[in-house]
């Protein structure tokens, strides 16, 4: 399915190019690194299977519309070709975002495939990075296929979003689910934000862009979030609890960035996530640096020490964004 949805956008792209105010990207990236636990070198930041991060290449394309009364909608498309020698099809076709965002007199309405209303993954964009939030630790969805609702508040924000619960992979049959989340502050306005948030549905089991046999089966959270910019440091977090394919579960991240030099050129990062899945309890500890070396190049690196597969991996990764 992500090889079609890659497709049918790649085939919208010129007839989108034309519709407005354009902005497009190109992005490439080069991962590899060593697994303690696969003993040997690998070429993925967290498994083959999880759509992140692989030796890439693909674009970022944004188009604004607006009439005389200011801006009406944005179209979002972005994709990659990734190569995974470990997986059984070595090139995957990826599609994060493809959605249209209008804004309305009552706030933004969003409609394809974007971020659900849970979490920091609402409005913490890491989809280049290697240190990721929670749901690439299995806790929730980076983006989902549906439609939401935004409106900015003067105390903050609220946003809901009904969604197919599928993640990556598009699939409509007999899945859903809903979110809603409501923020005081705003990141961008006051430097900090506050989150609380709740989901309920049924999702299918999902493995990066396959959809794994097996009936939907129910899914509730219950979570909050917060993100502090202060001075050179970054501060996140996000704790949530529920229950997902029939077992119980709590989960938390916390995460300490510092960025130095002139213009945030450097910036070092340690994260621990605490995965409280029944059965599979554990700790995911990290530290990250990454350098840009040019306006359109960045340098990562990230040591992780996985608890519960005693895996110790260390990945490096070039990440190139030119815009075109």
């Not at 697994?35 to 759509?51: D, W």
């Not at 200011?70 to 070709?81: S, V």
């Not at 309405?109 to 989809?127: C, I, Q, V």
């Not at 990556?168 to 948030?197: H, I, Q, T, W």
Request: hydrophobic share 40%; proline share 4%; glycine share 12%.
């Amino acid at each position: 399915m992500p090889a079609k949805c890659f497709l049918i956008f790649s085939f919208l792209f010129p007839c989108a190019a034309a519709a407005g105010e354009n902005l497009l990207y190109f992005e490439g990236q080069a991962v590899g690194g060593y697994s303690s636990e696969a003993g040997k070198a690998v070429f993925h930041s967290m498994s083959a299977s999880a759509p992140m991060q692989k030796t890439s290449a693909g674009f970022d394309f944004l188009s604004k519309f607006s009439s005389e009364a200011g801006d009406t909608g944005t179209l979002a498309l972005q994709g990659r070709l990734a190569y995974e020698p470990d997986a059984s099809d070595r090139l995957e076709a990826q599609l994060y975002n493809a959605y249209y965002r209008a804004k309305t007199p009552y706030g933004y309405l969003w409609l394809g495939h974007n971020r659900p209303a849970s979490g920091l993954e609402s409005y913490f964009d890491t989809h280049g990075a290697l240190l990721q939030v929670l749901p690439m630790y299995g806790y929730g969805n980076d983006r989902d296929w549906g439609l939401g609702v935004s409106k900015d508040l003067a105390w903050g924000g609220a946003a809901f979003s009904a969604t197919t619960g599928s993640g990556m992979p598009l699939r409509c049959a007999g899945s859903y689910l809903l979110s809603a989340r409501v923020a005081k502050g705003s990141l961008s306005g006051d430097n900090s934000e506050n989150g609380f948030y709740a989901s309920a549905g049924k999702i299918p089991e999902i493995h990066g862009y396959d959809v794994m046999e097996g009936s939907e089966r129910s899914s509730a959270a219950l979570g909050t979030d917060y993100a502090l910019l202060w001075d050179r440091w970054e501060l996140r977090a996000d704790l949530r609890a529920g229950k997902m394919r029939g077992m119980k579960y709590s989960a938390g991240l916390a995460r300490l960035g510092l960025n130095l030099l002139a213009e945030n050129r450097l910036k070092l990062e340690a994260q621990a996530v605490y995965s409280g899945l029944e059965k599979a309890e554990g700790w995911a500890l990290a530290s990250g640096v990454s350098f840009t070396l040019a306006p359109e190049l960045t340098w990562r690196a990230l040591f992780e020490y996985d608890e519960p597969m005693k895996d110790r991996r260390v990945t490096t990764q070039l990440y190139y964004y030119l815009p075109l």
